[in-house]
């Protein structure tokens, strides 16, 4: 079986108190209840960039063109219990769209400082991996969960 492929991006502006980033509350399917990124599976014959920018636009109404787009890398997710959860995720970040983000049935979008991410409302995993991406460097990193699906049984990176 052969992992789904599916993207984020990181909405990134400057706030009053430093860098802040596009959250949302997941309202539906995989996830339910966590603060994600935003983003999703990849159609047939999207490219990352494709899907990322049409999950975007769904998600939260925003509008992002591929030249917004900057590749911040991926994150291979294993699920052993669960091997039809495993994702190769490719991750993204912009600093330029247009609209505002807007509430949609399955995410509830939030600004947050990057400096006091909701870990402890986030999948175990992202503390391992997204204050690198929000820092703008690029990630390639392996993250294997434990057998509840839940809590991070390993993380290694694949950059030196």
Known sequence: MTAARVTLCFLLRDGAGGTEVLLGLKQTGFGRGKIVGVGGHVEPGESDAQAVI??????????LQMEDLVDAGSVHFVFPARPEWDM????????????EP????????????????PVDRMWQDADHWLPVVLEGRTVKV??????????????????E
């Open 88 to 99: 190769q995720t490719r991750l993204f970040t912009a600093r330029t769209w247009q609209g």
């Open 54 to 63: 049409r999950e975007v636009l769904e998600e939260t109404g925003v509008v």
């Open 102 to 117: 807007a509430p949609s049935e399955e995410i509830v979008p939030e600004w947050f400082r990057v400096d006091t991410l």
């Open 142 to 159: 392996v993250v294997t969960m434990h057998t509840d699906n839940e809590s991070v049984a390993s993380s290694r990176s694949l950059l």
